[in-house]
């Protein structure tokens, strides 16, 4: 993780204009904040005509229980929980996080208790809602800070990753580049805890299809190896705000019986069974931007148009 200053060069200026607009949402009063990403969710979805698409797409497959306007509605509730998410971002890595973790409302927070007392390591599987990192700036009061740190996929603009990776260091030891699988083990084998969120498409590579809201999804099998080379326990970790905006609660639970285990594809579907009933429980808030169905089994036909 690289926290070396990016220069004022001309080139970098739009990531510094977008840097300074996160440092204000992130010193505005909370509620300011929020409401002021909230009322930028209509614009997103006439600006982003592709992803209204992806969503569209993912809601149909994964919720056909509903019928097409109630679709629409979770659509339009989807967008505004990402625009809120921009506030959080902007808090999480540039705010007053005392005043933020007030809002925090933790429960099964004695499986942290009893493993932060111990040696062993731990992987806080999650997946990603759009308040995730101010889960993960909450919980640094939580865990010792010294073994606490995160998976990533590199940004490209690189004052944003300046800024997230600088912002992570307040409430982390830093995170591990996706590709860093040495280091995180390491992490995990001096008995720290990683904060992981493996519910993304990547590619067919290192994967194993398995179920994910009745669909054969392409899944990371770097969960069950992590775990096992790591000599880790597996706890589900969710996170979701509330429907006023004014409190963040997030559920620890118990470590997930058998995992590791010598098989990889009972553990892979535990996992996304624990992921997709947490998802359920506020749907509005998943990341339903991002394309998971985009790899396909060989001889099915493209997911997304």
């Avoid at 992803?51 to 306007?69: G, I, M, T, Y």
């Avoid at 919980?139 to 010294?146: C, F, L, N």
């Avoid at 493996?198 to 990371?220: H, K, N, S, W």
């Avoid at 080379?229 to 597996?234: I, P, S, T």
Wanted: aromatic fraction near 10%; charge should be positive; glycine fraction near 6%.
């Amino acid at each position: 993780m690289d926290t070396t200053r990016p220069s004022f060069a001309p080139a970098n200026w739009p990531g510094w204009i977008i840097a300074g607009l996160f440092w204000l949402l992130g010193h505005l009063p909370y509620r300011v904040s929020i409401s002021i990403t909230a009322s930028l969710a209509p614009v997103m979805r006439l600006l982003m005509k592709k992803r209204v698409s992806v969503v569209q797409r993912n809601l149909e497959a994964c919720f056909p229980e509903l019928d097409p306007q109630q679709r629409q509605e979770l659509l339009r509730k989807n967008f505004r929980s990402i625009a809120v998410g921009i506030a959080e971002f902007a808090y999480a890595w540039t705010g007053n996080h005392k005043r933020m973790r007030r809002r925090a409302r933790i429960e099964g927070l004695e499986h942290i208790q009893r493993i932060n007392a111990g040696k062993q390591g731990v992987i806080l599987l999650t997946c990603h809602m759009s308040c995730l990192e101010m889960s993960s700036m909450m919980m640094g009061a939580q865990i010792d800070t010294s073994r606490l740190a995160g998976v990533y996929r590199p940004l490209k603009n690189p004052v944003i990753e300046w800024l997230q990776n600088r912002g992570r260091l307040h409430y982390s030891i830093g995170t591990f580049a996706k590709s860093d699988i040495r280091s995180a083990l390491r992490h995990l084998r001096r008995g720290g805890f990683l904060w992981y969120a493996p519910d993304q498409d990547f590619g067919p590579e290192q994967t194993e299809f398995i179920p994910f809201f009745g669909i054969q999804t392409a899944t990371l099998t770097a969960t069950h190896k992590l775990a096992q080379l790591g000599r880790a326990e597996v706890l589900p970790l969710f996170v979701r705000r509330d429907e006023d905006n004014s409190c963040y609660v997030i559920q620890v639970g118990p470590p997930l019986s058998g995992i590791p285990s010598d098989d990889i594809i009972a553990d892979l579907a535990l996992c996304n069974r624990v992921t997709e009933q947490w998802i359920r429980s506020a749907p509005e808030q998943y990341w339903w931007l991002h394309r998971r169905f985009k790899t396909r089994p060989e001889g099915d036909p493209p997911f997304y148009d």
